[in-house]
């Protein structure tokens, strides 16, 4: 018979079944973390998407009450005719000598609201942007066959009624406003 001798186990090392269990659980942990990082990423994403179609709304909000609400008078240009996507205002020159055009069009194709050329715009992502102009009984003025406000009809405007629904990603934005006009229209 042959006696088999045990050897003795260095205290120091891991045995090939510990070193298992330690990268099981290492694993474990790891892909845990994984997943919550993925998680968490994803939320960050979908708050970004948020805030840029927010900001975005607030922007278009803050610029068109502003200029709007210097508004001396809705004029009608060859290149754009106040309709339900589209107006066009003089309002004072910043240098003060004269009145300057503003124009605001909607082109649904690209999802871009344009300000005066199709070089600036005031927000990109635009899924709607609709302007009902009043009268001064807060009436709306119908457009004509053509789809665009009558000239004889632009001196009656009192009011501009505003909407504007962003998207950036999932997420949406969505504003309605309205901006009284100081001047004569």
């Known amino acids: 018979m042959r006696a088999t001798v045990a050897q003795p186990r260095d205290a120091a090392g891991f045995s090939l ?16 973390g994984w997943a919550w990082c993925w998680s968490m990423s994803g939320s960050c994403a979908a708050a970004c998407d948020r805030l840029d179609a927010s900001s975005s709304v607030a922007f278009t909000r803050r610029l068109t009450s502003a200029e709007l609400g210097e508004c001396l008078g809705l004029v009608a240009t060859s290149s754009c005719r106040c309709s339900t996507t589209s107006i066009a205002f ?29 070089s600036a715009h005031l927000a990109e992502g635009v899924d709607g942007f609709s302007i009902t102009c009043r009268d ?25 009624d505003l909407g504007v629904t962003v998207r950036c990603g999932a997420e949406t934005a969505t504003a309605s406003w309205q901006v009284p006009l100081r001047g004569p229209s």
């Open 136 to 160: 001064a009984q807060g009436r709306a003025l119908a457009c004509d066959a053509s789809g665009g406000l009558p000239v004889t009809a632009l001196p009656l405007v009192r009011r501009v």
């Open 17 to 32: 079944v510990e070193l298992l269990v330690a990268v099981v659980v290492a694993g474990v942990v790891l892909t845990a």
């Open 90 to 118: 003089a309002v004072p020159a910043s240098d003060g000598a004269g009145t300057e055009l503003v124009t605001y069009v909607y082109d649904a194709g690209r999802r871009v609201l344009w300000r005066k050329s199709a």
